[in-house]
């Protein structure tokens, strides 16, 4: 795959100039708040025999989301380890759940817990129960409900995430000062969406999606950006405008503008699903002062694979969280 968008020396300073709708922060504020009002219990049953795992223990755990309705996630932490632990709560790529515990071993293993939380609607033990208030959209998840901010899907799935961290204060043996968000592509978007939108120690966005939208869709060829694009097309008259305002209610660019947790962001220059301009337009404006970017240079969309987790590892030891 070549290099398809800017030079590294233009996107050091690619810093566009996008701004959030004026009542973005009043969106999330009442979002957040009916969520949190909605209630619901956080469950773990322990299920660590059922996966034959001798070193970790495994906790299969429900916790309340958007609307209150359950969400899944694994609880993966070291057995015997000392408490409280810190924990990385992962988010997960476009079409994934969160799959099996013995996917998600790394961190364990490193001494940290880990939360992986289910994606509603994409994972198999998270259902989506509205799926967009009976607007048209294109296949896949990028266009359900996009003709208004309020039922757009990623308002459901950016408040699942946001509760994920709620959700660690009442799960036993986690230190509630040591949440590190983590994920790549969807994944890495919804990372820099719950570190603009509640208090984290840290956050790791790999190959970020949900970036310049606008720019996005304008560029890819590949992936599910192009979702918006095929949407798009059969409404161009009447639905592109209203489409990108919805859009920006959800833009990581703009989470990214409120965040300031450490941050450490990773890119591949030659992504063509997550075009590199937009992961350099949410870090350039991400307010935190500590801030970092892996460059892959001849990375596509995988990033640095396994390379990348040993950077993400040297760079919270880095900033002292450790197990």
């Known amino acids: 795959m070549p290099l398809t ?20 922060d009043a969106f999330w504020e009442r979002t957040l708040a009916e969520a949190r009002a909605a209630g619901g219990a956080v469950k773990a049953d322990r299920v660590t025999d059922r996966h034959l795992l001798r070193t970790v223990e495994v906790d299969d755990v429900r916790f309340p989301g958007w609307n209150g309705e359950p969400v899944a996630a694994w609880l993966l932490r070291p057995r015997d380890a000392d408490e409280p632990l ?74 699942d995430c946001v509760r994920a961290v709620d959700a660690v204060a009442e799960l036993p043996g986690l230190d509630p000062e ?14 820099i969406a719950v570190a603009g939108l509640t208090r984290v120690a840290a956050a790791m966005p790999d190959v970020p999606f949900l970036c310049h939208f606008r720019r996005s869709a304008e560029m890819c060829g590949e992936g599910p950006y192009q ?37 450490l962001f990773s890119v591949g ?33 995988g990033g640095g694979h396994g390379a990348n987790s040993v950077a993400q590892l040297e760079w919270l030891r880095g900033r002292g969280l450790t197990p």
């Open 5 to 24: 968008d800017a030079s590294l020396d233009e996107l050091v300073t690619y810093r566009p100039d996008l701004q959030a709708p004026p009542d973005f």
């Open 86 to 159: 810190p924990v990385i709560v992962t988010f997960i790529g476009y079409s994934g759940g969160r799959g099996l515990p013995t996917d998600h071993l790394f961190w364990s293993a490193a001494g940290y817990a880990q939360l992986v939380v289910d994606s509603r609607g994409q994972g198999h033990d998270t259902p989506d129960p509205d799926p967009g208030g009976g607007t048209q959209w294109a296949k896949g998840f990028m266009t359900r409900g996009i003709d208004s901010p309020d039922r757009y899907y990623y308002r459901r799935l950016m408040t």
């Open 178 to 191: 040591r949440v590190v968000v983590a994920g790549g592509s969807q994944g890495g978007g919804l990372t």
């Open 227 to 263: 979702e918006i694009a095929e949407y798009l097309r059969w409404h161009t008259r009447h639905g592109v405008e209203p489409a990108f305002t919805t859009l920006s209610y959800f833009d990581g660019v703009h989470f990214a503008q409120r965040a300031t947790a450490p941050a």
């Open 269 to 301: 220059l030659m992504d063509p699903i997550c075009p590199p301009s937009t992961v350099y337009a949410a870090f350039n404006h991400y307010a935190g002062e500590d801030r970092t970017m892996t460059v892959w240079p001849f990375a596509d969309h």
